[in-house]
């Protein structure tokens, strides 16, 4: 027997991962939950990681036949994963394009390409980071650690599929109640003028926003809030009483006596948000540069373990999707990529499509290299996508801008396509490393994973375009109109189509936009403060940035989240039984994911009949005869039943 075989005779062959089954599972949970989070995030700005509640179904329908295992259910959350980091990447910007009249819908070709395309690279860009981030420096990526606990534990995965699914169902249900029957109003609000200064204040009744905020923990939750609070309740006072006059407009509209909501709203719309804009530009940046040195020293390690291992038998849980294959399929997905670009308008030249497209390959691939370091710090649902992608786009913008000149009209799109594939790849990349991590842990193959990431991309970018022309007939995106005045906000989207569309059109409000690049640059000096005296507590930008950003209303239900994960959880830290504390926290986190689920899909499914009929109220059995009362009991009752079930009050 020479060695070679010998070698081979030591490697441990794993149980059966790719197996038809599981494809056809993650397959399905894949496009499921692209349409839930994409929903999310148009409604919301913020997305949350959907490995765990995937994990929880699988385990719960595979259990169903005879012979599973735990790297099955590792795969079907690998791919199914896939599908609600796609939508966020997609759902950021692609939106723009419709918010700007260059689409008066979604083109099925279009995104089905920018998306699969996108998604496939970061796939393709997080492969030669994947043993030095995860393996060597040994990042937490806080959720693979906690889905690979839910696989290994597996232990009566019908109770947490109830947990999930009871949860779902209350989600749906008010969700139906609130914006389908017309029971109670969407948002409890008042606000008042004191002195000279408009004065706001109000919560969302999502249980969606109040499981986004329990998930993501009270740091996160509190940053959120923090924002919101220096936009809504500092800044806009402020510009209130001495700075409207110098907006015409907004004097005007004090000077007819609108409601103090309604002249809150439009300077933080037309002002205010742009200090998110500053700060989330900064915190991009800042993320980029305090990694440089270990992207430099992660793209080095993998390709030199690549070329170490060329000829050596490596174990099944060391074998990545060869490093030759990964550079073949990069520059070939770049080839139809660059003819995209030149297909947009006759303006766009060859010498254009060419640097559109290295603009967008070098940034891709730093900035998914950031969102893959960055996973591994926060987790997939804190990652900085936004940030990156203003990045990507201020900088194509201005790019194009020189190449082009202020007068070409297609310069803003062609911006915001580029930043469309960065943010997918981006997304992608964060999440496809949460996914090895878990691997990681359960002894999986990573070629195996990567594949998965590779085929949940696809059969997410299949149906990401059907379900945004759903949302956007029914209930339209980012800007009032009179068929749809209270739409989708799309608040990221309509971010970058005002960045894009303000470089060009030299109107973008600059001021503001350096202010929040100075509070930007104080709120990291804060971080890099608490980071050195070693606290538990931190301060990331991006966090504080999305809340300035984010109406206040968002925040708060959030803000109470992140509180009832910090009581739930000192609660459980005065248990002694720590297999006790790890499954009621499982048992919290499924239900706020299945709040957030059932929320999403019954959005999506109300959207059917109001489409069919055009008639926005076609369900509404009033209108909101006692405002928004019904609302606070049902979220307070809510509330109880995820801080009960966090707490193992809902069961033993």
Avoid at 191 to 199: D, E, P, R, T
Avoid at 354 to 373: E, P, R
Avoid at 549 to 566: E, H, Q, R, W
Avoid at 626 to 644: D, E, F, Q, S, T
Wanted: aromatic content about 8%.
């Amino acid at each position: 027997m020479n060695k070679e075989s010998a070698e081979m005779q030591e490697v441990t062959v794993p149980p059966p991962q790719l197996t038809i089954k599981a494809i056809v599972l993650s397959v399905l949970l894949a496009a499921l939950l692209a349409g839930a989070n994409a929903y999310l995030g148009l409604f919301a700005g913020m997305t949350v990681s959907a490995s765990i509640p995937a994990a929880v179904i699988s385990m719960g329908v595979l259990s169903l036949f005879r012979r599973s295992n735990i790297l099955e259910n590792n795969i079907v959350q690998t791919g199914a994963s896939a599908g609600e980091s796609l939508a966020a990447g997609v759902i950021f910007t692609l939106p723009a394009l419709v918010i700007m009249n260059y689409w008066p819908a979604f083109d099925y070709g279009w995104v089905l390409v920018i998306a699969g395309l996108g998604g496939l690279l970061g796939v393709l860009f997080t492969i030669p980071l994947r043993r030095s981030l995860i393996v060597e420096e040994g990042l937490t990526f806080p959720e693979g650690i906690a889905t690979a606990e839910v696989l290994r534990v597996g232990e009566n995965p019908k109770r947490g599929l109830g947990y999930l699914m009871g949860a779902a169902l209350a989600g749906g249900l008010t969700k139906l109640a609130e914006t389908g029957l017309g029971l109670w109003n969407s948002v409890a609000q008042t606000g008042a003028y004191m002195s000279k200064a408009a004065v706001y204040g109000g919560a969302n009744l999502s249980p969606a926003l109040l499981s986004v905020g329990y998930i993501v923990g009270i740091n996160i939750a509190g940053l959120v809030f923090a924002g919101g609070v220096i936009a809504w309740c500092l800044a806009i006072p402020l510009y209130s009483v001495f700075f409207l006059e110098t907006h015409p407009e907004l004097a005007a509209l004090a000077a007819k006596g609108v409601s103090a909501v309604d002249l809150a709203y439009a300077i933080w719309s037309s002002e205010v948000r742009y200090l998110g804009v500053g700060a989330m530009l900064v915190g991009g940046l800042w993320a980029l540069f305090s990694m440089r040195r270990s992207l430099a020293t992660g793209l080095h390690g993998g390709l030199r373990q690549y070329a170490g291992h060329r000829d050596k038998v490596l174990s099944p849980a060391e074998r990545d999707i060869p490093m030759q294959w990964v550079l073949q399929g990069i520059l070939l997905l770049l080839v139809p990529l660059f003819f995209l670009y030149h297909s947009i308008h006759s303006q766009v030249t060859l010498g254009i499509s060419l640097t559109m497209t290295l603009v967008m390959v070098i940034a891709g691939f730093l900035f998914a290299s950031v969102a893959a370091y960055m996973a591994g710090l926060v987790g997939s649902s804190n990652n900085p996508i936004s940030g990156v992608t203003i990045a990507t786009i201020l900088f194509s913008s201005l790019a194009l801008l020189w190449l082009m000149g202020s007068e070409a009209a297609i310069g803003p799109m062609a911006a915001i396509l580029i930043g469309a594939v960065v943010a997918c790849a981006a997304a992608i990349a964060g999440d496809n490393m949460q996914d090895l991590k878990a691997g990681y842990l359960v002894g999986a193959t990573p070629w195996k994973q990567q594949l998965m990431q590779g085929i949940g991309v696809l059969s997410s970018a299949l149906v990401m375009a059907p379900i945004l022309n759903l949302l956007l007939k029914a209930y339209g995106m980012g800007v009032p109109t009179p068929e749809h005045p209270t739409p989708l906000l799309a608040p990221q989207a309509t971010l970058m189509a005002s960045v894009a569309e303000g470089v060009f059109g030299a109107d973008l409000p600059w001021k503001m936009v350096g202010l929040g690049a100075l509070m930007g640059g104080a709120i990291i000096g804060v971080d890099t403060w608490l980071s050195a005296r070693g606290s538990s507590w931190r301060a990331p930008v991006l966090a504080v940035a999305v809340g300035v950003y984010l109406p206040l209303n968002l925040s708060v239900p959030i803000f109470i989240g992140g509180l009832i994960a910090k009581a739930a959880e000192g609660v459980r830290h005065r248990l002694g039984d720590l297999e006790r504390r790890e499954r009621y926290r499982r048992y919290g986190l499924l239900v706020a994911a299945g709040l957030i689920t059932g929320e999403a899909l019954a959005g999506i499914l109300m959207a059917i009949p109001i489409v069919i009929t055009g008639n926005r109220e076609v369900l509404a059995l009033a209108q909101a005869p006692w405002g928004g009362l019904p609302g606070l009991v049902v979220m307070g009752v809510i509330a109880w039943g995820l801080y009960r079930a966090a707490c193992g009050g809902l069961g033993k």
